[in-house]
């Protein structure tokens, strides 16, 4: 399954935790549930086409997610080194996934991930290709 997201990539957020009467609960911040949400409701189309992948596959991620550049960034900065980090993006992509592309994230046995920035003119958007490792 090969996919081009037009999302803004955001990073997966910490686990925040409250109280409701005597008891704690841990939830995932509002920001990083819309961002889930934006994901799977990019890629519902492209996964009706492929097909899920099934349980007990193991299965190979390509990821990119082209980042805005910032504006005060210096034309010889290629790489956006600064935060947030690349696996914390990566967190936010495969917690959209799980359980809707395939039945688990522990079937993917290899990952190939980048982040870049976006050309100027372009969106940010993440491009995915996700398949059976052979």
Excluded: C
Excluded at 69 to 93: E, F, G, S, W
């Amino acid at each position: 399954m090969k996919a081009t997201i037009y999302v803004e990539p955001y990073p997966k957020g910490r686990p925040r935790v409250a109280m409701v009467g005597k008891h704690t609960i841990a939830y995932t911040p509002k920001k990083t549930r819309i961002s889930e949400a934006d994901i799977k409701a990019s890629i519902r189309r492209e996964i009706a086409k492929a097909g899920r992948f099934g349980a007990g596959e193991a299965l190979v991620l390509w990821v990119t997610f082209f980042v805005v550049r910032p504006k005060n960034a210096p034309k010889r900065v290629r790489h956006p080194v600064k935060r947030p980090d690349l696996d914390n993006y990566l967190k936010t992509l495969l917690d959209a996934l799980d359980k809707f592309a395939f039945p688990d994230d522990s079937q993917i046995v290899n990952i190939h991930a980048k982040k870049a920035f976006a050309a100027e003119g372009t969106s940010p958007r993440i491009v995915i290709v996700l398949e059976r490792q052979e």
